[in-house]
């Protein structure tokens, strides 16, 4: 693949955006929640059981719309 080329930056952006912290109150990250996603995780619920993800004090209130928005995808 040709460094520099769109591609090899899409590809970046990716595993950079992996790295993000979608929930705050859990630390967890971007990447985890899409793991799941691609194992099975079908629902906001399935996402809280496997990574734990939404399950902390502000009750999915900051990350339950990043998740949902991810599950649509
Ligand atoms: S940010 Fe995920 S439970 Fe609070």
Redesign the pocket.
Known sequence: MDPGSPEEERRRQEVIDSYKVV????KIRRGVIQRAIAGGARSLEDVKRQTR???????????GPVIAQMLRR
């Open positions: 929930c705050l109150c859990n993800a939404g399950t902390g004090p502000c009750g999915a209130k900051r990350c």
